[in-house]
């Protein structure tokens, strides 16, 4: 890896800024392309951000589109993660007339599942709509590997929109299409609206996980967590637990106000 090599990407980035266009545009996108993917797995994405900008501009002096067009949906989904959700929706958007015209593919799959991610975050009723395009689009062409992560959305979709039947059937069926162990725990976690872990410590961070046991079920898939930052007695953890749920059945009061 180019780290290994003693680059750092802001380093890398400098270097490139400077470089001139040649027939090599193709070989820098694609190693531009692979840093930003581990800038963003190391939780980095601001870098991978400006990264994948710089790759955009390779793949287009390069004359690939489609490498573009990957870059492009990469940003939106890295606008994504740090919370700019409109710009996010922007971008997409901006791409939706380019993916309508393009012939069906995988980067067409994820540009749709992208936009529709980004339109449920704004709270845009169209992000069903265009997550079905996407899953109709991904079965046409047998995209195996990405139909776990649409029905997932789409289950966490229907779920936010108070259709709990349809959304387990989305979270069953993305389950059933995992082609890994972690997609398939995903989907299991996604079934739960609230994960309790009342152990001692377990939002307690280290290494792997800043929120420990909870930032990791957070990060599979669990979309609420209720972990604990110190050791708890079994006792009082009965009696908190028990009072904690009498509360979360009783109608209009919130996870948060239980």
Same mark, same amino acid.
């Given at each position: 890896m180019?780290?290994?090599?003693?680059?750092?990407p802001?380093?890398?980035?400098?270097?490139?800024?400077?470089?001139?266009?040649? *027939?090599?545009?193709?070989i820098?996108?694609?190693?531009?392309?692979?840093?930003?993917n581990?800038?963003?797995?190391?939780d980095?994405?601001?870098?991978?951000?400006?990264?994948?900008?710089?790759?955009?501009?390779?793949?287009?002096?390069?004359?690939?589109?489609?490498?573009?067009?990957? &870059?492009?949906?990469?940003q939106?989904?890295?606008l994504?993660?740090?919370g700019f959700?409109?710009? &996010?929706?922007?971008q997409?958007?901006a791409l939706?007339q380019?993916?309508?015209a393009m012939?069906?593919?995988?980067i067409?799959?994820?540009?749709?599942?992208?936009?529709?991610?980004?339109?449920? *975050?704004?709270?845009?009723?169209?992000?069903?709509?265009?997550?079905?395009?996407?899953?109709a689009?991904?079965?046409?062409?047998?995209?195996k590997?990405?139909?776990?992560?649409?029905?997932?959305s789409?289950?966490?979709?229907a779920?936010?929109?108070?259709d709990?039947e349809?959304?387990?059937?989305?979270?069953e069926d993305?389950?059933?299409?995992?082609?890994?162990?972690?997609e398939?725990?995903?989907?299991r976690?996604a079934?739960?609206?609230?994960?309790?872990? &009342?152990?001692?410590d377990?939002?307690?961070?280290?290494?792997?996980?800043?929120?420990?046991?909870a930032?990791?079920?957070?990060?599979?898939?669990a979309?609420?967590?209720?972990?604990?930052?110190?050791?708890?007695?079994d006792? *009082?953890a009965?009696?908190?637990?028990?009072?904690?749920?009498?509360?979360?059945?009783?109608?209009?009061i919130?996870?948060?106000?239980?």
């Amino acid at each position: 890896m180019l780290e290994a090599r003693g680059f750092k990407p802001i380093f890398l980035i400098k270097i490139l800024q400077t470089a001139k266009p040649s *027939a090599d545009a193709i070989i820098w996108a694609q190693i531009l392309n692979t840093q930003a993917n581990l800038q963003l797995h190391t939780d980095k994405t601001e870098a991978a951000l400006e990264i994948w900008q710089q790759a955009q501009k390779y793949y287009e002096q390069a004359g690939d589109k489609m490498g573009s067009l990957g &870059s492009q949906i990469n940003q939106a989904q890295a606008l994504q993660s740090l919370g700019f959700y409109r710009r &996010s929706k922007q971008q997409l958007e901006a791409l939706t007339q380019n993916l309508a015209a393009m012939p069906d593919s995988e980067i067409k799959v994820s540009g749709l599942r992208s936009l529709g991610l980004a339109l449920h *975050a704004i709270g845009d009723n169209k992000s069903q709509q265009v997550l079905e395009q996407s899953l109709a689009t991904a079965n046409k062409i047998a995209a195996k590997t990405q139909l776990s992560s649409i029905l997932s959305s789409l289950g966490k979709v229907a779920s936010d929109f108070q259709d709990p039947e349809a959304a387990l059937n989305y979270f069953e069926d993305a389950q059933t299409a995992a082609t890994n162990p972690n997609e398939a725990l995903q989907a299991r976690l996604a079934r739960f609206k609230l994960l309790v872990l &009342s152990a001692c410590d377990t939002a307690t961070g280290d290494d792997r996980a800043v929120l420990g046991l909870a930032g990791l079920a957070v990060k599979s898939g669990a979309r609420s967590t209720i972990a604990t930052l110190w050791p708890v007695k079994d006792k *009082a953890a009965q009696m908190l637990m028990t009072r904690f749920y009498d509360q979360l059945r009783q109608p209009r009061i919130t996870k948060a106000e239980c």
